[in-house]
Each structure stands twice: as C-alpha cells, then as structure tokens.
C-alpha cells in the first residue's frame, strides 16, 4: 500500500508548486553536498563518527563521502598538514569543480595546533581558501556539523561572496564552541574485586550492590 509522506502528505497530489529555478538549484546543492575527507590525523576520527549512526551525517544530506576531487565539493581538512602533503592537498582543491566548499576541521589544520614545527603547516588558510573554521582538538561531531551547516545556509540564501572579477572569496567563518568544558580533574572511584561468588564462568566479577 502506498503510504503518502512529507510533501505528499501535505498537498494534494495534483497540486502545482511554482518557484524560483535559482531556490530550486540552491536547495538541491545544500541537500546534497559530498565531502571529500582530506584526513591526516586523530580529527578524521571524529569526522568518521559524524558520519556513523549515533550522529548521522546523512540527516544533513552529506554522508557520500567521495575520495575523487571530481565527485565531490566539500574539502574537509581534518588534521594536521605536512609540508611534503601541502601540494596534494593543493592538486585535490583544484580538481574540485565549482562552487566548492572547505572546512578547516580543528586547530593542527587552522593553525597547526601544537605542531609548531618547520614540518607543519602553520594553518591551511595560507594556501587554500577555507570557508569555516571549526575549533576544537579535536571538534566533537555535533561541532562538524555546525560547521556544515553553515555553508548550507550560504548556499540556500544564495550568498557566496565574489571579488570584482567574479571569482569566489572564501566565506571565513570562525565557529564558537557550542560546549562546556568539564572541571578537570574528573573524580574517579575504584571498584574493588568482590567475592569469589561474584565472579561469572568466564571469570569476571560482577559489581556487588551495596
Ligand atoms: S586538532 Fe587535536 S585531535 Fe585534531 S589532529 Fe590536531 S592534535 Fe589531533
């Protein structure tokens, strides 16, 4: 049987909706950005969570993940950038077709974070443009996606800055962390191995309760 859903459920089946092409172009790109995950280092860990089950990218409409620069139009850094790595990086950004989008995804990749070393990339803003800046080392998932959504604001509103030559300038957006830091240090309790009744077959010890 077929169940009606979403704009279906809503209006009548042989409605007509009239729009504007440039909303229609703008809503299919913001529902459908493909990352490329240029992930170098412990950032790409929590990029792949974002994409898992508990946070799940794919509400966002961004979980197709491609590691072809030519299928994709979201540059995720995630992670530190080597000198020697610089220039893939460089070849990957210019192989994406337009409009693209990049997220700088934690401090080693906007500012090399505690890399302070002539290795390091001292931020990937100084040789790609980056459009958003997510904090953190690393950003939790829920930061990423903050990160993501941002651009799909720009893109729905139509709103991508252009120097006089028509050439797109990066967005620059810098994110607040959007939570609070635990007092450290953290208590700790100890639990402390109970009778030899309290073990399973397998030899574990199940917690007493007292
Ligand atoms: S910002 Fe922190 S978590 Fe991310 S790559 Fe650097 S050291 Fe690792």
């Given amino acids: ?25 703008n809503w299919a790109r913001r529902s459908s950005v493909w990352p490329l995950p240029f992930a170098t280092a412990c950032c790409g860990i929590e990029l792949m969570a974002t994409a898992c089950s508990r946070f799940d990218l794919a509400r966002f ?15 995720i850094v995630a992670g530190r950038v080597s000198v020697k790595t610089l ?20 401090a080693c990749a906007s500012t090399g974070g505690v890399f302070d070393t002539y290795a390091v990339v001292q931020g990937v803003d100084q040789y790609i443009p ?6 953190g080392c690393p950003p939790r998932p ?23 030559t028509g050439k797109r300038l990066p967005l620059n957006i810098a994110l607040t962390p959007n939570y609070e830091v635990r007092p450290q240090p953290v208590p700790l309790g100890i639990q402390l191995p109970g009778p030899a009744t309290n073990r399973t077959a397998s030899g574990l010890v199940v917690p007493s309760r007292v």
């Fill in 1 to 25: 049987m077929h169940i009606p859903m979403g704009l279906e459920a809503a209006l009548p089946t042989d409605s007509v909706v009239t729009t504007q092409l440039n909303r229609v172009i």
């Fill in 61 to 75: 409409g961004a979980e197709v993940m491609r590691f072809s620069p030519r299928q994709a139009d979201l540059l």
């Fill in 87 to 106: 220039p893939v990086l460089q070849r990957i950004y210019m192989q994406m077709a337009e409009p693209k989008w990049v997220i700088s995804m934690g």
């Fill in 130 to 135: 980056v459009d958003v800046y997510v904090p």
């Fill in 142 to 164: 829920e930061m990423l996606i903050e990160g993501i959504m941002a651009i799909q604001r720009i893109i729905d509103e139509d709103n991508i800055p252009r120097d006089p």
